[in-house]
């Protein structure tokens, strides 16, 4: 797959972008009520322990609306931060801190969440040899940030989209009319280099498409047992992803039957938002 994050400068600009003007419309109404003209510092400190992502969303909100603005950090995208502590300072234009507040918080907490969770997985495996991986259960419009924070949290990506990796399901394999012809159809067709990986639903499936070529194989919602087998049966033949109902209580014993990865839909789409606080003074 190629790099998401080629091109992230022009991502953030256009996240930013979006969000402000979802955000101040035609103009901020109460900012107007402070002297045109006037700067301000401010602090940033982190309410609870969590890993910091989303840097640069941060500073891109205050810059887009005064270009003069300056911010000073103290830690970078996927450190560990403690509560508490200052993670930044700001100096700029008052009307544009105020304005820009709410919109560089939201990106911070938003993507410090991700990371953060992302983390206790990434941590709550280690040792085995089963990668986390996020999946395509993202908010929408920012795919490439979360996915951004959960490789800042020591995650993987799985694919980016429809349009850089192949999984075939049950709904692609129903249509093709068997595990066999969709996947003989999928490797001839997909360059190489791509991502091509079909999902199971049970051992007899799975031996279906490791007889039919597979080399990535999602075993979706399979128990612990199932798990096991499906490492002793596959052996050296292909990589096995596990996927479905993973949580933190059981990521680790799913780590521990041997698969390769881990996909947990979690990371991205049940965000615990990380609780930060930016207080103004005037220099």
Aim: aromatic fraction near 4%; hydrophobic fraction near 40%; charge should be negative.
């Amino acid at each position: 797959m190629s790099d998401p994050f080629h091109a992230l400068e022009e991502t953030i600009t256009a996240d930013v972008t979006r969000a402000l003007a979802e955000d101040v419309g035609a103009g901020d109404l109460t900012a107007a009520l402070v002297p045109e003209g006037r700067r301000s510092k401010a602090r940033l400190i982190t309410r609870q322990d969590a890993v910091l992502c989303g840097t640069g969303w941060f500073n891109r909100t205050f810059q887009e609306l005064d270009t003069d603005a300056e911010v000073f950090w103290h830690a970078e995208d996927g450190q560990a931060i403690v509560a508490n502590g200052t993670l930044c300072e700001i100096d700029g234009d008052s009307r544009a801190l105020l304005t820009g507040e709410r919109t560089a918080l939201n990106f911070l907490q938003l993507l410090s969440g991700v990371a953060t969770r992302t983390r206790r997985y990434v941590d709550a495996v280690a040792g085995t040899n089963a990668r986390i991986l996020d999946t395509r259960k993202t908010l929408p419009g920012l795919r490439i940030a979360q996915k951004y924070a959960v490789r800042a949290g020591g995650g993987m990506n799985h694919r980016i989209g429809l349009h850089d990796g192949v999984l075939i399901k049950e709904n692609h394999i129903a249509a093709a009319g068997s595990i066999r012809a969709a996947l003989e159809k999928a490797i001839h067709d997909t360059p190489r280099g791509t991502l091509l990986e079909i999902e199971v639903e049970n051992l007899n499936q799975l031996e279906e498409a490791l007889n039919a070529g597979a080399k990535l194989v999602l075993l979706d919602n399979f128990g612990l047992d199932s798990l096991r087998a499906a490492v002793k049966l596959t052996g050296s033949r292909a990589e096995l992803e596990a996927s479905g109902g993973v949580n933190l209580g059981n990521v680790r014993a799913i780590a521990e039957t041997g698969v390769h990865r881990i996909s947990v839909g979690s990371l991205t789409k049940d965000v615990e938002a990380t609780d930060f606080s930016l207080r103004f003074h005037h220099p």
